[in-house]
């Protein structure tokens, strides 16, 4: 198992057992699953921390809008 850091730190671990396989389609198709699954999980920590920082503003600002499906 891999184990990465993301760009806001968070560890991220995913599995490819065929990444080395001797048939060059299924070891590209993983290759290319891992670089993808790496850039969404830091697309993903992005947009996490700005909707944080969207609701800090907001509850600053006293408005009563709220973030949809925070708590």
Known sequence: MN???TV???L???YYPEIKSSHPKICAFN?????NASIKSA???IIRRAMIRLDEKL???GLSA???GSR
Not at 31 to 35: D, M, N
């Open 3 to 5: 184990i990465v850091n």
């Open 8 to 10: 806001m730190s968070r």
């Open 12 to 14: 991220y671990s995913e």
């Open 31 to 35: 290759e290319r699953a891992a670089i």
């Open 43 to 45: 697309a993903a920590d």
């Open 59 to 61: 509850k600053n600002a």
């Open 66 to 68: 709220v973030m949809a």
